[in-house]
Nanobody
């Protein structure tokens, strides 16, 4: 059974930084392209970054140049370093497989104040 546990969210002022972490279990993690998603109130959940098993990365235009996704296969962890945060980054952030997501974890709330 796949388990995904996100952490590291919080309240931060615009321009600040946060580092999110995701612990995955129940999968052969190193084979999977992992992604970070976010869902703002009243909006759909969107994939904003993903990282392949070979550490190739891709980002949505809205976060490109500000966010960095990384992974540690030995620890079954995925990270999202978020810099230069903006109020529009406020959302619940989730990690999951980048294609055909499994069941969702609880996510971690990120709130950016102006």
């Amino acid at each position: 059974q796949v388990q995904l546990v996100e952490s590291g969210g919080g309240l931060v002022q615009a321009g600040g930084s946060l580092r999110l972490s995701c612990a995955a279990s129940g999968i052969i993690f190193s084979f999977v392209t992992m992604g970070w998603y976010r869902q703002a109130p009243g909006k759909q959940r969107d994939l904003i970054a993903h990282i392949t098993r070979g550490n190739n990365t891709n980002y949505a235009d809205s976060v490109k140049g500000r966010f960095t996704i990384s992974r540690d296969n030995a620890k079954n962890m995925v990270y999202l370093q978020m810099n230069s945060l903006k109020p529009e980054d406020t959302a619940v952030y989730y990690c999951n497989r980048a294609t055909a997501p499994w069941g969702w974890g609880r996510g971690t709330q990120v709130t950016v104040s102006s």
